[in-house]
């Protein structure tokens, strides 16, 4: 069962999306050449407390013996997909993209969205790898309305990926979001259109394609966390939190 969240679950998930949309568009401002990704977790972490709400990723572990997750923000630095641990020992520079994922709760609800940036100037490659995929991402929204299916979102993020001679990371998934930052559903970023669950005004679904420049295999560092490609080439990550509403949708991780 999909849950089905009231309008006035929705309002609360729409203040706590918006608190990650405002972070997520300071630390864009605050990305260049020689910052560490640990200055920008500090920088997230003053403002979400600022806002009185709270990390839905800090000491996060989906399961008892994994090791909590130390940041606020995930920060993912080229060739990783997501998840990277952000640190002072990692510096920013000239050419880097940089995917930092976000999410709080506030008044007990939460808002998921990520985005991927440039450092400084960037090779023509990545600049379209980020395209197409923040485009994967809005074609996936678009179908996040009635009568679609959830793979229908899946189909749509899938098909624009690699029409453009991307590949699809096929090992992690969006989800459903409310109370918990992981609900039901998964939402895969390939799939058959016309197939899974009819979607329903009230689903809120965080929708975050990981696109690769080569090929669609992961693999996972040392530290338990942090996410590559299996061949070391880039990857870039968008996400949004939307929720389907009697009029159509809504993404509300936006600004
Ligand atoms: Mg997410």
Same mark, same amino acid.
């Given at each position: *069962?999909?849950?089905?969240?009231?309008? %006035?679950?929705?309002?609360? *998930?729409?203040?706590?999306?918006?608190?990650?949309?405002?972070?997520?568009?300071?630390?864009?401002? !605050?990305?260049?050449?020689?910052?560490?990704?640990?200055?920008?977790?500090?920088?997230?972490?003053?403002?979400?407390?600022?806002?009185?709400?709270?990390?839905?990723?800090?000491?996060?572990?989906?399961?008892?013996?994994?090791?909590?997750?130390? /940041? +606020?923000?995930?920060?993912?630095?080229?060739?990783? +997909?997501?998840?990277?641990?952000?640190?002072?020992? +990692?510096?920013?520079?000239?050419?880097?993209?940089?995917?930092?994922?976000?999410? +709080?709760?506030?008044?007990?609800?939460?808002?998921?969205? %990520?985005?991927?940036?440039?450092?400084?100037?960037?090779?023509?490659?990545?600049?379209?790898?980020?395209?197409?995929?923040?485009?994967?991402?809005?074609? /996936?929204?678009?179908?996040?309305?009635?009568?679609?299916?959830?793979?229908?979102?899946? %189909?749509?993020?899938?098909?624009?990926?690699?029409?453009?001679?991307?590949?699809?990371?096929?090992?992690?998934?969006?989800?459903?979001?409310?109370?918990? *930052?992981?609900?039901?559903?998964?939402?895969?970023?390939? /799939?058959?259109?016309?197939?899974?669950?009819?979607?329903?005004?009230?689903? !809120?679904? %965080?929708?975050?394609? *990981?696109?690769?420049?080569?090929?669609?295999?992961?693999?996972?560092?040392?530290?338990?966390?942090?996410?590559?490609?299996?061949?070391?080439?880039?990857?870039?990550?968008?996400?949004?939190?939307?929720?389907?509403?009697?009029?159509?949708?809504?993404?509300?991780?936006?600004?």
């Amino acid at each position: *069962m999909i849950p089905l969240k009231t309008p %006035a679950e929705i309002e609360r *998930m729409r203040r706590a999306s918006k608190i990650v949309a405002e972070i997520l568009f300071e630390l864009a401002e !605050v990305v260049k050449p020689g910052v560490t990704t640990g200055y920008l977790n500090a920088v997230a972490e003053k403002e979400i407390r600022r806002r009185g709400a709270v990390s839905a990723f800090k000491g996060y572990k989906p399961f008892d013996d994994d090791l909590p997750f130390p /940041g +606020v923000i995930c920060t993912s630095v080229n060739e990783q +997909v997501v998840h990277g641990i952000p640190s002072e020992r +990692v510096v920013l520079k000239q050419g880097d993209i940089v995917s930092i994922d976000l999410g +709080v709760i506030c008044e007990g609800y939460c808002g998921d969205a %990520a985005t991927t940036l440039p450092v400084g100037k960037i090779r023509k490659e990545a600049r379209r790898l980020l395209q197409v995929t923040e485009q994967s991402l809005w074609e /996936g929204i678009l179908r996040c309305r009635q009568p679609f299916r959830l793979h229908d979102i899946s %189909a749509a993020v899938q098909c624009n990926a690699e029409s453009h001679g991307f590949s699809v990371v096929r090992k992690y998934f969006g989800h459903g979001i409310g109370k918990a *930052m992981h609900e039901e559903p998964a939402v895969p970023n390939f /799939g058959e259109p016309g197939t899974g669950p009819r979607l329903e005004p009230g689903m !809120v679904l %965080a929708i975050e394609p *990981m696109i690769n420049e080569g090929v669609a295999d992961t693999e996972v560092l040392d530290d338990r966390w942090t996410v590559t490609t299996a061949d070391g080439k880039l990857s870039a990550h968008f996400e949004h939190t939307v929720a389907i509403t009697e009029r159509g949708l809504e993404v509300l991780s936006r600004l």
